[in-house]
């Protein structure tokens, strides 16, 4: 079936300091991508839609200019977290949408814990 | 979005099948009824998929009702590898493909 990777599967990065997490389409293309974050215990809440080609459409309540997404290819969509926070801290998990058989695959997730 | 409504947590027993509902009682006619499984620290899987007719695949059934108000996510034998959070999703085509996820209910298996 149709896979989804994320790198890295966790990251640990100190307080003020960015970091880029890559999600990748391995076996077919995709145009859109989605970014989630889970906190422990919870669901997954949408941060953005990630059009190859264009720019990201985000969530109310999420700042594009700390979240920052990138679809240059039709197989890669990266989340950068800028000057990243301890609140920051969650489970990032991306999907992506293959548009020829109405499903959509999940990356694993990556844990990042900001300290 | 069309919400939809799940038990928190459900428990079963191990080889026995299980019967995971789902509430949608806003549904619109051209919404898809999607249903994906969590396990602990991993991305959601796909499970299975309908939009009228009942469906059937290697993981599970699912039994839509007639008015599609509500439906059933069937696990025939459960495994102990079955245990995760199962998410009963709709999901509009054409608009943006995007899933919104509910609280979905946590499906415990005993041994």
Redesign the interface.
């Known amino acids: 079936g149709a896979v989804?990777s994320?790198h890295p599967s966790r990251v640990i990065c100190k307080s003020g300091t960015s970091v880029k997490i890559e999600c990748r389409s391995l076996d077919f293309q995709a145009t859109?991508m989605?970014w989630?974050r889970q906190f422990p215990k919870k669901?997954?809440?949408?941060m953005a839609?990630s059009n190859e080609g264009s720019k990201a459409?985000y969530e109310q309540g999420v700042e594009k200019d700390k979240f920052l997404i990138n679809h240059a290819s039709l197989t890669l969509s990266t989340l950068t977290v800028t000057s990243a926070h301890p609140e920051d801290s969650s489970?990032y998990?991306?999907?992506a949408?293959r548009t020829d058989n109405?499903?959509?695959?999940?990356?694993?997730?990556t844990?990042l814990t900001v300290t | 979005d069309a919400k939809t409504t799940q038990p928190n947590s459900m428990e079963s027993n191990e080889e026995e099948p299980v019967h995971l509902p789902c509430n949608h009682s806003t549904i619109s006619g051209t919404d898809?009824i999607h249903w994906?499984r969590?396990l602990p620290?991993?991305?959601?899987?796909?499970v299975i998929?309908g939009l009228t007719s009942n469906v059937n695949n290697r993981m599970a059934s699912l039994a839509i009702a007639e008015d599609r108000k509500s439906s059933t996510l069937i696990l025939h034998r459960a495994t102990l590898r079955d245990a995760a959070v199962y998410?009963c999703i709709l999901r509009a085509?054409n608009a943006?493909?995007?899933?919104?996820?509910?609280?979905?209910t946590r499906l415990m298996v005993k041994p």
């Open positions: 989804v994320q859109t989605f989630y669901s997954l809440m949408l839609t459409t489970f998990i991306c999907s949408d109405n499903e959509q695959y999940f990356g694993p997730g844990r | 898809y994906y969590q620290s991993q991305g959601p899987e796909y998929h998410y085509p943006g493909n995007m899933l919104t996820f509910g609280g979905g």
